[in-house]
Every structure is written in C-alpha cells, then in structure tokens.
C-alpha cells in the first residue's frame, strides 16, 4: 500500500523529522518496505507557456518558444512533435539537467540540448508517460492557466515535493480503518500523543429524514451485505472526462491517484476512488439509465445475491467470467451488473453519455469476497480492502463525502436509500489500571491512559476506583476485549519504552498438563522402543481426503476463509492424512514401515465449549504398511502394557474405512478408546495402497482421565537386573474359545506374582479337517524384580497358569 506523506501532514499534525517519524510508524503501526522521494525525480521540472509554435515544414515537428519567468528571462526555444502542441498553451518543460521521470531510478536519462533538423531543442515538453503519472503517448500535458502560472515548479504545484510510503498491508489485515489515509493519519497522530480531529463533511447524509425524490428499492441478504446505500443524481459533461486525457488539463486529483498507485478514469470513478483512498471504503457508480435498462423497470430495483449455476457476467475489463456459488453479484431487479466488492460489469459501464448515476457503498462479506478474489484472481485496490472487513458504519459517510466531490449541493441528490442493518454489536470494554500495567509491566496513570485512548477516537465512557469503561469506535471492528485495549495502550505508547524487567511471579511450579505428559510417553514408547516414525501434517484437510475413507464431510467443520481448497475442512480423524503420506513415503522407496501422529481432531458430534469454540480433542493415529490386524492389535497390546490398562476389544459390525472381520473396538471400563484393523480394498484403492495396511485411532483425551481417575501415569518400561525365564506354552482349547480370553488369563496370573514379564503370541493353529479344536501357542518370558527364581518357584508359576487356564477349558500339551 503507496501512502503520501504530504496527505498525511495535511490530516494531522507532524513535528518530527521524516526519518525519526519512519522509525516510530515501523515501531508501533506497520512494517515500512520502501520510502520514494518524488522531489528528487521531479527536480527541474517547470510550468511554461508555449508562446509561439510553427510547424517545421516536411515533418511532424513544431518549432516552439517557451516563456519561464525566473528560469529565463528570453524566450527558450524546443522542438516538439506532440500533435496538440499550440501557441498560448501551458506546459510542462522538462528542462536541461533533469532527469526524465519515466527513467528515474533505472537508466536515469538526463534531457539535455541538441539540434533537430536544424533547430536548436532545449530539454523536452513532455508527456503523461515521460512525467510517470501515466501511459498515455498521444500529446503533451497541458496545464490549467486557471491553476498555474508559467515559471511555476511542477513539483510544488501538484504536490510532487513529496515522499511515498510502501508498507507491508499484510500486518494491518485486522484493521481496515488503516486502509484509508484518515485512518493512517489518526494512528500516525496516536503514536505521537496527539489528539486526532476527524475531518469533516460537507454534506451530511441522514437517510431517515432524507425526502427522495424517487423511488429506489433496495432488497439484500444480511449475511452476504451488512449494510447497502445508495444515492441518485444527475451528473454533467465535466464529470465524465478524464484528467489525464491529451485535451484536459492536468489535475491535482489524478496526481493524488496516480501517488496511491491508481490511475485517473474519469471525474466520477475519480471521486470514488479518492473517496476510498481517504476512508478505506470502496464506493462503485452505475449508469443510472442502463441499470434500469438491464432490470427492464422503471427504478432502481437493486439487489443483492450469491451467483447461480451457469451464470456470467461480463466485467469492465471486457472478460466474460464463469461465476461461483460463493461470487456475490449486484443485480438489477435480480439481473446481474457486478461482481459485488470486485469489479462492475460491462453493462452498467460510465461513458461519455452518461447523465445520471446510481453511486453505491456498501459492505459485503469478506469470506465470500476472498474466494471470489482467488476464483477470478481479481486484486483491486477495492477487493483488497473489503477482505478486510470494512465497518458497515463507514458506508454512508463515505457515500456522503464521495457526492460532496461531485456536487455543489446535497439538494442535487434525488435519492438516498440505505438498507436495514443489524445493531452495532462494538460492546464497550472495562478494564483496570492494575491489569493494564500488570500485563504491560508499566506504571502508566489513569489520565495518561485515558489520554492515549481518547487520541485515537477510543473514548471513556465511565470511572471508577477500580475500572475505565471504554466505548468502542465504529471503525474499531477488531477490539472486542480488555486485553485488545491493554494492547493499544502499550503499542501507542511505545512497547520500547516499557522497563526491561522479568515479570514478577511466584516459583510455585505449573501443574502437569496430563495430556502432554501422556503424549511425550506415548512418543518414547512409539518411537524409541517399537522404532515407528512420527509425522506432522496438517489440522485442515480437503473434503476429497475425507470423502476416500467414507467419512461425511458435512460432520466436519468447514473453514470459512480457508487459504486453499485442499485445506477447507478440519479433520475428524488422523487417518486419512496417515493414508495420504504413507503412499508418498513408498513412492520414495521406503516399505515395511509405520506412521503416527499425536494432534487434535473435532467433529461436530463433540460440540462447543463454554466460549462457543469447537471442542478439541487429542488422538492418535497410526497406520502400518504390509500388516495385518494382528500387527495392529500387537501394537495395541504394548501400549496398554506400557500405560497399565486393562483392555477389552469388541467386534466392529460396520465401518467407514475398516474391515468388520478384520477390525475390533477398543474399551476400557467399559468407555470406548478408538478402534484398530485393516483397511478396507477399496479405500486403499482410493489411496493407491495395496493390502494389508493397519492402522490405531486411540481417543487420548478418554485415556488420559483412565489413567487419571486410576492415579496412574505412564509408566516406563521396567526391566529386571535377574535372570529371565523363558517357557513355549501351546494350549489346546474349543474352536469358540477366544484368543483374548487365554491372553488375558495369562496376564493376570503373571501379573498376580509381581513379574516383569512379556507375553508373545506365537500361533494358532486349527485343523481344516477338525473344526471342534484349536492350538494357541505362546512364548512366555519371566523374572523376579528382586531376586532370582528357583526351579521349585517357577513350576509352582507354571503350574498356577496351567489350573487357572484349565479353568477355561484349555489343555497343556
């Protein structure tokens, strides 16, 4: 964003020197990129008179004497081709010595004197595109004798004497009063401790006791259009030339535009343009007469829509766009005219035959706007400012101060229709002296407080012994609680001028958060015993992700101004993102491997908070390449080992992206924790991914109040300094009797006897011809945690794990 300094002297006032104020803007308002000072590129520039001008006969070339009091006193002679070159006109002379603008800062072509076709040729009268305020080539600039006198410096007449200031507008994203020099200009007056005095009106807008004329309807959908107003009134001849055509003079409003990076159109689009470059709020002006045209009524019937499918529109820039459901479109008794907060349409379009316009401002809903900005790769002056959020209280002083620039009187507007709109909800926000300089670490007084607020238009509503009750200004849609005032005070006041001291605080320790505890144990065990590798991806995924594991979008929170199509939902499961990288991790060559990842997940399903914020929650997830379910459920086995849970697993009947015959869930105290198995053929299919893939999602959130309500935590992995015992166990049991059921006998019992122990399944084996019986083979793994067993110790073991497995009706063999 191009800013003038010269503007902003004119709105507030500036004591310091330009480098100590530059320094003090970078400091405590927004990053400075770069700092041009046009004085130097328009440096020996002048107004002069053409006093005689004869055409060099055989060529295209005129023979010109120029007048420059103060520069010359005798007539200075230049040979010109422009065609609109006469006698009597003022022009702008480019004199020996200068620097051509159009070169300035690149190849820095110095003008100079030289002979064409026989005459002597002192510097240049120049152009648009040789002064850099344009591209036009068609003639030399001609000067208004009405606004300028010959010898006077073209620099100090049209405010060329001055520096542009290009700042980083992505930090000032939050605040789009400072999108428009007056709100530039009250900051620039905040961080120096002056009172800022808003500009006034000229004309004053009060649309509930405005007397129209005629009739206007306005119809919209607050939540695409906060507030939408309009006025209508005729325009004349002089409002539709551009300032900076061959045969116009010259103009200090397209100097102002060109400045802030724009060009001049004509003297209506210049006014709304101005308008938006002083207030940050964009104004659009349709022809009045192919408005009503377009709608085929007989007055303005405008609305406000979302786009339908198959509809187009045609734009200024004469491309026909295909449009987007999420596109807001201006409509002429519902017939489209504009892409809304981007660009008007072709067919409303200001010309030469224009009498009378519809001018608008208005405010539309930045989400919508930004995927209209990226769908279309419109970045306008105008769009970059309403994906800011403009404040719908802006709207009609804008239009008000916009007519004031086209006419002499606010009685020429035949009408001024606005729509209804919802109540200001800016609260006012109380805070107390001891929070302000607690959290800022400052000593500032009540008054200075008051003082800095009040500079910038944030007003005391209220004192009291312990809190200042703030009202919050209509251009201040960002400050919503006490901690943004406290940030405003320090900001203005100088974060550089608080002490440099360590907050005071008590050395009383912070209390565990369980969840990252459980979290980092996890990790050890994960990573550091079972060798997987832990991944990061992203919290925001595309719907299609979801849609290759089945899951319902819909369930999901979508992200309203997502940056990206591929990251509009946040995700209801690890998994899919799992899935997505290990494809990519075995197209670099890698196989046999397992990824996890520990990160949040929400649905829909776990409600809001007390805040009205989606409720989080922590999961992991992990997914294994060329494995089975019996892989997964091994990794299952060392987790609960690990963390001490007595697991149960039950039978999945049905599942988005899980075999049923191969996948279980997971519970403990009868609370579900997650599910594991195999992946479904054709969601690997979805993914690239050939089967057996596995993976775990664990609900650490369930996991970590288990642990918790069972005054437990992770616990490592304990080790014996005795030796262990090792024993092969195959059990011959009914073919109905579960594998779970002899595994959990054989923990129990173990566990009874204060054993650091680890329990393999080795396998199971089950005749084709004999269906009645099966074999389950185990290798056991044993030691005492304080001495070392005897023989007569271990049979007594094993025959204890014999009787209670007998129980069960399982046989030794």
């Known amino acids: 964003m191009l800013i003038s300094l010269n503007e902003l002297k004119k709105l507030t006032k500036i004591a310091l020197s330009d480098a100590e104020l530059f320094d003090l803007i970078g400091s405590r308002l927004v990053e400075i990129e770069s700092v041009e000072d046009l004085s130097k590129k328009y440096k020996n520039i002048w107004i002069v008179k053409v006093e005689t001008c004869e055409k060099i006969e055989g060529t295209h070339l005129s023979r010109c004497e120029i ?70 080539h068609s003639g030399i600039v001609e000067i208004d004798p009405a606004f300028a006198k010959p010898g006077d410096s073209f620099a100090e007449k049209f405010d060329l004497n001055d520096k542009i200031i290009e700042v980083e507008n992505k930090s000032l994203t939050h605040r789009p009063d400072c999108f428009g020099l007056i709100g530039f200009a009250r900051e620039i007056a905040g961080i120096l401790g002056e009172k800022f005095e808003e500009p006034s009106l000229n004309f004053e807008l009060l649309p509930e006791d405005f007397n129209n004329k005629e009739e206007v309807s306005i119809e919209t959908d607050p939540t695409l259009c906060e507030k939408y107003s309009a006025a209508v009134f005729e325009v004349s001849k002089t409002n539709l030339k551009t300032a900076l055509e061959a045969d116009s003079f010259l103009t200090t409003d397209a100097v102002f535009l060109v400045k802030a990076g724009m060009r001049s159109i004509n003297k209506i689009v210049d006014a709304t343009n101005i308008t938006m470059l002083l207030t940050g709020q964009p104004l659009h002006a349709f022809d009045y007469d192919k408005f009503l045209a377009v709608g085929k009524t007989d007055f303005p019937k405008i609305g406000v829509r979302l786009a339908r499918p198959g509809e187009k529109l045609t734009l200024l820039d004469d491309k026909e766009i295909e ?52 769908a279309h790769g419109i970045f306008s002056e105008t769009i970059t400012r309403f994906t800011k959020g403009q404040p719908a209280a802006g709207t009609v002083p804008a239009l008000a101060r916009c007519s004031a620039l086209l006419l002499d009187s606010p009685e020429k507007i035949s009408a001024l229709k606005v729509s209804a709109s919802s109540a200001s909800n800016l609260a006012p926000i109380s805070v107390s002296l001891e929070e302000i300089n607690s959290l800022l670490g400052s000593t500032y007084s009540a008054e200075q407080v008051i003082r800095t607020l009040d500079n910038v238009g944030i007003e005391l509503l209220e004192k009291s012994d312990d809190s200042l009750r703030f009202k919050v200004p209509a251009w201040r849609t960002d400050l919503k609680i006490k901690e943004d005032i406290i940030e405003e005070v320090g900001r203005l006041l100088g974060y550089d001028n608080l002490s440099l001291a360590f907050p005071t605080r008590s050395f009383k320790a912070s209390k565990t958060d369980e969840i990252l505890s459980l979290a980092s144990s996890l990790r050890s065990l994960l990573s550091e015993n079972l060798g997987f590798n832990e991944i990061l991806t992203y919290s925001f995924v595309s719907e299609a992700l979801l849609k290759k594991v089945n899951l319902d979008p819909e369930n999901s929170y979508k992200i309203i101004n997502s940056i990206s199509p591929e990251l509009q939902r946040f995700r209801t499961s690890l998994l899919p ?45 992990l997914v294994s390449i060329n494995s089975s379910f019996y892989f997964e459920k091994a990794v299952l086995k060392e987790i609960a080992s690990f963390l001490d849970l007595d697991l149960e697993l039950r039978p999945l009947s049905s599942h988005s992206f899980f075999e049923p015959l191969r996948s279980a869930e997971i519970f403990a105290d009868n609370l579900p924790l997650g599910v594991f198995g195999e992946f479904k053929n054709s ?61 959990k006998s054989l923990n129990e019992t173990l566990k009874n006897e204060r054993l650091v122990y680890e329990l393999s399944p080795v396998s199971i084996y089950q005749n084709k011809n004999n269906r009645e019986g099966k074999n389950i083979s185990f290798h056991l793994s044993f030691a005492a945690e304080n001495k070392t067993l005897n023989s007569a110790e271990i049979s007594a073991i094993m025959e204890k794990i014999t009787k209670n497995l007998a129980e069960l009706g399982a046989e030794v063999v």
């Open 323 to 374: 449009l987007e459901k999420s596109d807001i479109l201006i409509t002429s008794n519902d017939a489209p005219v504009a892409l809304a907060g981007a660009m008007g349409g072709k067919s409303t379009e200001i010309d030469e035959n224009t009498k009378k316009i519809i001018l608008e401002s208005a405010t539309f809903s930045l989400y919508n706007l930004r995927k209209t900005q990226m």
């Open 683 to 743: 969601v690997l299919k979805n993914f690239k991914l050939s089967a057996p893939v596995s993976g775990l999602s664990l609900d650490l959130e369930t996991v970590s109040n288990l642990l918790k309500n069972k005054k437990s935590a992770a616990k490592t992995l304990k080790l014996s300094r005795f030796p262990f015992v090792s024993r092969d166990l195959t059990l011959r049991v009914a073919a109905e009797t579960p594998f779970e059921t002899l595994e």
């Open 67 to 136: 007048s420059c009091p103060g520069k010359s006193e005798t007539p200075i002679q230049v040979v010109c081709g422009a065609p609109n070159v006469r006698a009597e006109m003022l022009a702008v002379w480019i004199a020996p010595g200068a620097i051509v603008p159009a070169t300035f800062g690149g190849e820095n072509f110095e003008i100079g004197s030289r002979k064409l076709r026989g005459f002597e040729s002192n510097g240049m009268l120049s152009g648009l595109d040789e002064l850099a305020l344009g591209d036009d």
């Open 577 to 621: 993102s799992l899935l997505e990288k290990s494809y990519e991790n075995l197209k670099s060559g890698f196989k046999d491997f397992t990824l996890y990842e520990i990160n949040q997940i929400s649905e829909k399903s776990f409600g809001l908070d007390e805040d009205g914020v989606p409720v989080l929650k922590k999961s992991l997830g």
